[in-house]
């Protein structure tokens, strides 16, 4: 069974960073584009940044700059270092396997809360 597990959330101050890591079981990542999502109280879920298997990386317009997406294929895992870290950035973050369709592949698990006081 594939299991995603996020990691890395926590509370700081707008300026701060925080490192958050997608750790999978089940599954050799390593052929997959991975995504990491974010969702706000009352607020849909949107997708953040994404990699494919081949490394080549998308972000979305309001974290360029300051987020980065990466991963370490040897530990299975996807990680987003997120610096210079704003009041709006405060969400649960979800990681999910992207299908060709753009799709997620797997439910949603936990995620990791992240909260930016000002």
């Known amino acids: 069974q594939v299991q995603l597990v996020e990691s890395g959330g926590g509370l700081v101050q707008a300026g701060g960073s925080l490192r958050l890591s997608c750790a999978a079981s089940g599954r050799d990542f390593r052929i997959d584009a991975v995504a990491w999502y974010r969702q706000a109280p009352g607020k849909q879920r949107d997708v953040v940044a994404t990699i494919t298997n081949t490394g080549v990386t998308y972000y979305t317009n309001s974290v360029k700059g300051r987020f980065t997406i990466s991963r370490d294929n040897a530990k299975n895992t996807v990680a987003l270092q997120m610096i210079s870290l704003k009041p709006e950035d405060t969400a649960v973050y979800y990681c999910?396997?992207?299908?060709?369709?753009?799709?997620?592949?797997?439910?949603w698990g936990q995620g990791t809360q992240v909260t930016v006081s000002s």
């Open positions: 999910n396997i992207l299908k060709s369709t753009g799709r997620v592949l797997l439910k």
